[in-house]
């Protein structure tokens, strides 16, 4: 057995996510794509009919009310990837995941807030050339993830 498995872990989630469709087709390929947990921060949104296999039953599920609760309360040793269109961003394709992360997504119409953008240990962005819907944006980095590359 690789031990380096053992030692992984991923979570994601939304950051004042607009509507509650996004939020449960991304819990659902959270579930199909290996995701240790999922979360909210700000809008809650418990069940959703898109969420076909029901993941927030299969995974722990965690909300936040804000981001600083959210930043309190990261698992010891977790880097935050923060993923936003920005120019300081680096590119999905390149980028080696960390062993432990959470991979925070904001809504499509106004992205990660500063003190996110702030406060993330990575930013990643992917070729396009407007923003994805977030359950799309977050299907991708989670694809990624799967790939054989390289953790930090």
Aim: neutral net charge; glycine residues 8%; proline residues 3%.
């Amino acid at each position: 057995m690789n031990n380096n498995f053992i030692n992984e872990f991923f979570g994601i989630g939304i950051l004042n996510g607009k509507t509650p469709e996004n939020l449960g087709v991304l819990w659902r390929s959270a579930q199909n794509l290996g995701a240790s947990f999922i979360f909210s921060i700000g809008n809650r949104y418990a069940k959703q009919a898109c969420d076909t296999h029901d993941a927030v039953k299969s995974m722990p599920y965690y909300h936040y009310n804000t981001f600083e609760d959210f930043f309190n309360n990261l698992p010891k040793g977790t880097r935050i990837v923060g993923v936003e269109l920005d120019e300081s961003a680096q590119d999905l394709e390149t980028f080696n995941h960390p062993r432990r992360c959470v991979y925070l997504l904001g809504a499509e119409d106004h992205g990660l807030t500063k003190e996110a953008i702030e406060k993330s240990h990575f930013l990643v962005k992917f070729k396009s050339t407007l923003s994805l819907n977030v359950s799309v944006a977050g299907s991708i980095v989670m694809y990624d993830r799967q790939l054989s590359k390289p953790r930090s």
